[in-house]
């Protein structure tokens, strides 16, 4: 995942539901309306801790990246973005070429992150 990173801007960090000192929380996000995360198989429930990125490249074209910061549990998530329309571009982790959504691409596993282009 890094060759696709070190060409992005970031253009904000979220953190929940814990915010560090200059952190800032995840409301004041510029795309995403809402982002669930859920651990359904783990008793009792355990509470996601998670970060997220948003990045621009040089054209401006918006980009995502979610890192589970839980470093014991699997989570899958639900990302809603503000804009209707868009869709997830996920950028492979392995080659870093962009790959359509599907499956079973709504889960991070400990301290796992994933980077998508929104368009």
């Known amino acids: 995942m890094v060759p696709p990173l070190i060409q992005l801007r970031s253009t904000g960090v979220y953190h929940f539901p814990d915010v560090p000192p200059q952190g800032q929380p995840i409301f004041q996000r510029r795309l995403i309306k809402d982002i669930q995360m859920a651990a359904p198989d783990i008793r009792p429930p355990v509470q996601a801790h998670f970060l997220v990125g948003e990045l621009e490249d040089r054209l401006g074209r918006p980009y995502l990246v979610v890192v589970n910061k839980d470093l014991n549990h ?21 080659s870093a070429r962009e790959e359509p959504v599907g499956g079973e691409m709504d889960w991070l596993a400990p301290g796992a992150g994933i980077l998508w282009r929104v368009e």
């Open 74 to 94: 699997s989570f899958n998530f639900r990302i809603d973005l503000k804009q209707k329309g868009r869709k997830f571009i996920r950028i492979s982790p392995y």
